[in-house]
């Protein structure tokens, strides 16, 4: 019995083999042709399957400068774009590698000497017919109707890279995970120490890891797009995104409408998550989206109950959420602690189901991790509110769903600490438990909104008594007298009553640092209030405040915004500015095609001269040389006559975190600040002028350099190519060939824009001398050099040793001695 059964397995196989080969023969010259191997055919190193539709291709590759084999799937058009990789960690060292469809129904990879290196770990089924790669480029096992479900797909194992209609997270049912592992570099398809995931507790939203690391997450699906990255919004028609609640999976993916490029996600072997679009006609990649884009996005950057704010360069990004504030650094030890952590300043008050706590506001965010948060779409925002109000351990609430519109529905509710808060735009809000003491005095001051009349007479009232008041302090020889102009002071009470007591209707704009509202004088005049935030503010900052507004008010220059007022009373440090209607630079020169087109080009260059003339007044046409750190479009007011109007000179140094010594934070505003200052801290006149000819550049070409500097990049290409006009915005009107004197101006301006972002500071003109090039078009200019050859270092000029340097320098310039 025995023996005739072994006999018969044995015949059995045989026959099985020969068939095998018998099909590998007749089907060898329809491998690489076709998209798919029936049972028994195999692939060699050379031979390929073509998905229908063409866009993929499966065969044997090897990665960059590595000789080493690999079986995997590329985009035909772009044979280097690798998106999945079977044997990644076991590489074939010759082209003797062969992928056989066994007859199992298994794929198995074999080298030269037919070992296993490889293999699809399917056990097999005898219905598995046919393994296929895919018009979406799956590469799929299933029984030969094509509608039926794969009995195995790569799509189920992904590499470094997520393509339309693949998923990321994680199949309740079966426990498995779908995740993305970057390559070890770009010669190794071997996993890397970079992942991506979905987070599945609280609501998904997709974490970047190093090794066990968070190190940026794209915050919560909002019901639209992932909560931190609004730019989806800008593709999410061509590529709509995906996310799956339900009992079998909670999964993440996209896919691509019809006639849509060619896309791709990959989790790069660099620690960046990408998103990636064909461009068929310059026959490149484009990158549409990439994480973390800044400062910010590091995971947890300014700790608990932290708040980042990309634009708050200047004073390193972190602040805490209103009610919390980052402790001065009292002991030496403390001083080289670079965590800042944040503390509550009043301790709640709940307990027993009785509170007097209540929530503040914290606008525009990219909410909190979620992964102990717990979640509940079923209910309103309100419903969210008075549970979070009931429970002692609720710290903040927000809405889970703002698909609806309105301020969203649903509830998440965090009770641990809330890490990784940031502004982005179109953010979110955040409602934050906090002490009855700690919140807006909203109600509290009714008795302040009388009737119009009476206000304004004690409005003038109280500017006249402030005004003496400020007079006689100064005269008792309080505050350096070298710079009072007598900027008035004026009372809380007074900023109470032009603003609305700080309604939420005349907020006009707010940052990490600030809020800034509209606020109506009595006789019709509008000011804009800039309200800093008491947590941000250093101690130090809070004491010299002051001094650092009468520095400020010295500074008068037509392109410079005007200090009208301050008050300094209590907790409260506040700025009072002419009001500028027309917003600031970036929001034309970035705008849409409208707002671009209400900057002609001579317009633009009388903005360029105008910004100029002022920086020049701020590094020593003043009588001082007051570097202004920040330059940005942002920065830049227009009045309504379009001439520009420098802010923000001088405020960012009082809110730097307290720090000395070597541990300082680089304060960075991506694409501004000169090589130099990212490199070594090293800040001088000579970065303000890189920050201009960046502002420059800007201005004529409508295209933002950002952190990876790519308009410096272009502009320098084109410098070099003779082709300097290809830099201006195209969305302009074309210049007419009628007009070879204004694009003879708009070249000029732009060499001039290419000396100031030369890498060496020597090589940068200092900023009189750029007001002259710009007001004297017929004079000669120097050729910019993209790497200049000498190194002049060491006459890097530096500030004149004036009296007042040590006031108008921040403490949180690096001390280079
Ligand atoms: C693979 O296919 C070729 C051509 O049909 C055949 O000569 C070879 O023996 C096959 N190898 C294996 C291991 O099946
Ligand atoms: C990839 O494409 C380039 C250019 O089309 C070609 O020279 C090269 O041989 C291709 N490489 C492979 C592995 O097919
Ligand atoms: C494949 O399987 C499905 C059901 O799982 C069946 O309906 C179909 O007939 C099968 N096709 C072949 C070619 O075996
Ligand atoms: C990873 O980033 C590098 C540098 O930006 C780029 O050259 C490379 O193509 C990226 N890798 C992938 C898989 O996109
Ligand atoms: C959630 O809880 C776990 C376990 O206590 C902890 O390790 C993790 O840091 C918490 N996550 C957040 C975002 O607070
Ligand atoms: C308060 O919230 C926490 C976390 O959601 C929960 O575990 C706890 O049961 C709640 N307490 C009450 C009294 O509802």
Same mark, same amino acid.
């Given at each position: 019995?025995?023996?005739?059964?072994?006999?018969?397995?044995?015949?059995? /196989?045989?026959?099985? /083999?020969?068939?095998?080969?018998?099909?590998?023969?007749?089907?060898?010259?329809?491998?690489?042709?076709?998209?798919?191997?029936?049972?028994?055919?195999?692939?060699?190193?050379?031979?390929?399957?073509?998905?229908?539709?063409?866009?993929?291709?499966?065969?044997?590759?090897?990665?960059?400068?590595?000789?080493?084999?690999?079986?995997?799937?590329?985009?035909s058009v772009s044979n280097a774009t690798v998106v999945w990789v079977a044997n990644r960690d076991q590489p074939l060292l010759d082209r003797s590698g062969m992928l056989v469809f066994n007859d199992l129904g298994s794929l198995v990879l074999q080298d030269g000497s037919r070992r296993t290196v490889w293999s699809s770990d399917f056990s097999g089924s005898a219905s598995a017919a046919v393994v296929q790669l895919a018009y979406s480029g799956n590469l799929v096992v299933h029984n030969g109707s094509s509608d039926d479900a794969?009995?195995?797909?790569?799509?189920?194992?992904?590499?470094?890279?997520?393509?339309?209609?693949?998923?990321?997270?994680?199949?309740?049912?079966?426990?498995?995970?779908?995740?993305?592992?970057?390559?070890?570099?770009?010669?190794?398809?071997?996993?890397?120490?970079?992942?991506?995931?979905?987070?599945?507790?609280?609501?998904?939203?997709?974490?970047?890891?190093?090794?066990?690391?968070?190190?940026?997450?794209?915050?919560?699906?909002?019901?639209?797009?992932?909560?931190?990255?609004?730019?989806?919004?800008?593709?999410?028609?061509?590529?709509?995104?995906?996310?799956?609640?339900?009992?079998?999976?909670?999964?993440?993916?996209?896919?691509?409408?019809?006639?849509?490029?060619?896309?791709?996600?990959v989790v790069n072997?660099?620690?960046?998550?990408?998103?990636?679009?064909?461009?068929?006609?310059?026959?490149?990649?484009?990158?549409?989206?990439?994480?973390?884009?800044?400062?910010?996005?590091?995971?947890?950057?300014?700790?608990?109950?932290?708040?980042?704010?990309?634009?708050?360069?200047?004073?390193g990004f972190c602040g805490c959420v209103d009610g919390f504030s980052i402790p001065a650094a009292t002991t030496p030890s403390a001083q080289t602690v670079k965590v800042t952590t944040c503390r509550r300043h009043a301790a709640l008050d709940c307990a027993g189901g009785t509170t007097t706590d209540g929530?503040?506001?914290?606008?525009?965010?990219?909410?909190?991790?979620?992964?102990?948060?717990?979640?509940?779409?079923?209910?309103?925002?309100?419903?969210?509110?008075?549970?979070?109000? $009931?429970?002692?351990?609720?710290?903040?609430?927000? $809405?889970?769903?703002?698909?609806?519109?309105?301020?969203?529905?649903?509830?998440?509710?965090?009770?641990?600490?809330?890490?990784?808060?940031?502004?982005?735009?179109?953010?979110?809000?955040?409602?934050?438990?906090?002490?009855?003491?700690?919140?807006d005095d909203h109600k509290r001051f009714p008795v302040l909104l009388v009737?119009?009349?009476?206000?304004?007479?004690?409005?003038?009232?109280?500017?006249?008594? $402030?005004?003496?008041?400020?007079?006689?302090h100064t005269i008792m020889g309080a505050i350096p007298q070298k710079h009072s102009m007598a900027v008035p002071i004026v009372s809380l009470a007074v900023i109470k009553d032009v603003t609305g007591n700080f309604s939420e209707t005349n907020m006009i704009g707010q940052g990490g640092f600030s809020i800034v509202y509209k606020g109506q004088l009595p006789e019709g005049r509008a000011i804009a209030v800039k309200r800093l935030k008491q947590s941000v503010l250093t101690t130090k900052g809070k004491k010299d405040f002051a001094r650092e507004v009468e520095v400020m008010a010295g500074l008068r220059h037509g392109s410079l915004v005007r200090l009208l007022a301050y008050c300094n009373e209590g907790k409260e440090r506040i700025l009072i500015y002419e009001y500028m209607q027309k917003k600031s630079l970036n929001v034309y020169i970035f705008g849409n095609v409208n707002l671009r087109a209400s900057?002609?080009?001579?317009?633009?260059?009388?903005?360029?001269?105008?910004? $100029?003339?002022?920086?020049?007044?701020?590094?020593?046409?003043?009588?001082?040389?007051?570097?202004?750190?920040?330059?940005?479009?942002?920065?830049?007011?227009l009045d309504d006559e379009w001439k520009p109007k420098i802010a923000d000179f001088g405020t960012a140094k009082l809110f730097a975190v307290n720090q000395t010594g070597p541990e300082q934070t680089i304060v960075v505003s991506p694409g501004y600040a000169a090589p130099e200052?990212?490199?070594?801290?090293?800040?001088?006149?000579?970065?303000?002028?890189?920050?201009?000819?960046?502002?420059?550049?800007?201005?004529?070409?409508?295209?933002?350099?950002?952190?990876?500097?790519?308009?410096?990049?272009?502009?320098?290409?084109?410098?070099?190519?003779?082709?300097?006009?290809?830099?201006?915005?195209?969305?302009?009107?074309?210049?007419?060939?009628?007009?070879?004197?204004?694009l003879s101006k708009l070249t000029r301006c732009i060499q001039i824009g290419l000396l100031c972002v030369q890498e060496t500071p020597c090589d940068r003109p200092i900023m009189s001398a750029v007001v002259a090039m710009l007001t004297n078009t017929t004079s000669q200019i120097e050729h910019p050099r993209r790497r200049p050859p000498l190194d002049c270092e060491g006459s890097v000029p530096t500030y004149s040793s004036h009296g007042l340097e040590t006031e108008v320098l921040s403490p949180t310039t690096i001390d280079l001695t």
């Open positions: 019995m025995r023996a005739t059964s072994q006999l018969r397995v044995h015949l059995l /196989l045989r026959l099985l /083999l020969i068939c095998f080969y018998l099909l590998s023969i007749l089907t060898f010259a329809a491998a690489g042709v076709g998209d798919k191997l029936e049972k028994g055919q195999n692939l060699t190193d050379g031979d390929t399957l073509v998905s229908a539709g063409g866009s993929f291709t499966l065969g044997f590759f090897s990665p960059g400068a590595s000789s080493k084999r690999y079986l995997g799937i590329w985009f794969s009995l195995w797909q790569s799509f189920d194992h992904p590499s470094d890279t997520l393509l339309p209609d693949m998923k990321l997270g994680k199949n309740l049912w079966t426990g498995a995970e779908w995740q993305l592992t970057s390559w070890r570099s770009a010669d190794d398809p071997a996993p890397g120490d970079h992942r991506r995931t979905l987070q599945t507790t609280g609501l998904p939203e997709i974490i970047l890891w190093y090794l066990d690391v968070k190190t940026y997450r794209t915050g919560p699906w909002n019901g639209i797009y992932f909560n931190g990255v609004p730019e989806a919004r800008g593709y999410a028609d061509k590529y709509p995104l995906l996310v799956t609640t339900s009992a079998w999976e909670v999964t993440y993916g996209y896919t691509a409408a019809p006639g849509a490029p060619l896309t791709r996600v072997y660099t620690g960046k998550a990408e998103r990636w679009e064909w461009d068929a006609r310059r026959s490149t990649w484009s990158n549409l989206f990439q994480g973390p884009r800044d400062p910010c996005d590091d995971y947890g950057k300014c700790g608990p109950f932290g708040l980042c704010d990309p634009d708050a360069a200047s004073s929530f503040a506001v914290v606008r525009g965010v990219k909410l909190p991790d979620t992964q102990n948060a717990s979640v509940d779409t079923g209910v309103t925002l309100e419903e969210c509110r008075a549970r979070c109000f $009931a429970n002692c351990s609720c710290l903040a609430y927000a $809405a889970a769903d703002i698909s609806g519109g309105g301020d969203g529905s649903g509830c998440v509710m965090w009770t641990s600490a809330i890490v990784d808060l940031r502004r982005v735009d179109m953010g979110q809000n955040l409602y934050l438990r906090l002490a009855k003491s700690e919140l009737a119009a009349p009476l206000a304004s007479v004690v409005i003038i009232l109280l500017v006249i008594i $402030a005004i003496w008041w400020r007079r006689k900057l002609n080009w001579a317009r633009r260059l009388e903005l360029i001269q105008g910004i $100029a003339h002022g920086i020049a007044y701020l590094h020593g046409g003043s009588g001082d040389n007051v570097i202004h750190r920040d330059l940005k479009p942002g920065n830049i007011l200052y990212v490199r070594q801290g090293n800040m001088t006149l000579k970065c303000d002028v890189y920050s201009f000819g960046v502002i420059l550049l800007e201005t004529l070409s409508g295209r933002r350099n950002g952190g990876m500097q790519s308009l410096l990049s272009h502009a320098w290409r084109l410098w070099e190519t003779n082709m300097i006009p290809g830099l201006l915005d195209t969305t302009m009107v074309p210049l007419s060939e009628s007009e070879p004197e204004l």
